[in-house]
């Protein structure tokens, strides 16, 4: 079992940045590939952006790449996604997720955090 815990989220300008944090703790966190959603309200879940367990390869949104940046610190069971440039588009609840591989991060997931981008 993986716990996840976001947190970072908040209400920002057009234009401006934050940076989401994902705390992971139980099952060893290098093991997993990690990722992270969003779900804007009445819409559907999506997919943002992903790495790998050894944070060599990374994957994005095609409405995100080249604004958002995935990371993460095995050494502090810890995953980050650094938004900038952000859109009022970008509001929704984000959520960190965990998987096997990059391909499949659905396994466990954190419980939220709130992004507003105001215009």
């Known amino acids: 079992q993986v716990q996840l815990v976001e947190s970072g989220g908040g209400l920002v300008q057009t234009g401006g940045s934050l940076r989401l944090s994902c705390a992971a703790s139980?099952?060893?966190?290098?093991?997993?590939?990690m990722g992270w959603f969003r779900q804007a309200p009445g819409k559907e879940r999506e997919f943002v952006a992903a790495i790998s367990w050894g944070g060599g390869t990374t994957n994005y949104a095609g409405s995100v790449k080249g604004r958002f940046t995935v990371s993460r610190d095995n050494a502090k069971n810890t995953v980050y996604l650094e938004m900038n440039s952000l859109k009022p588009e970008d509001t929704a609840v984000y959520y960190c997720?965990?998987?096997?591989?990059?391909?499949?991060?659905?396994?466990?997931w954190g419980q939220g955090t709130q992004v507003t981008v105001s215009s």
């Open positions: 139980g099952r060893t966190f290098s093991h997993y590939a």
């Open positions: 997720a965990a998987g096997p591989n990059i391909a499949t991060i659905s396994d466990y």
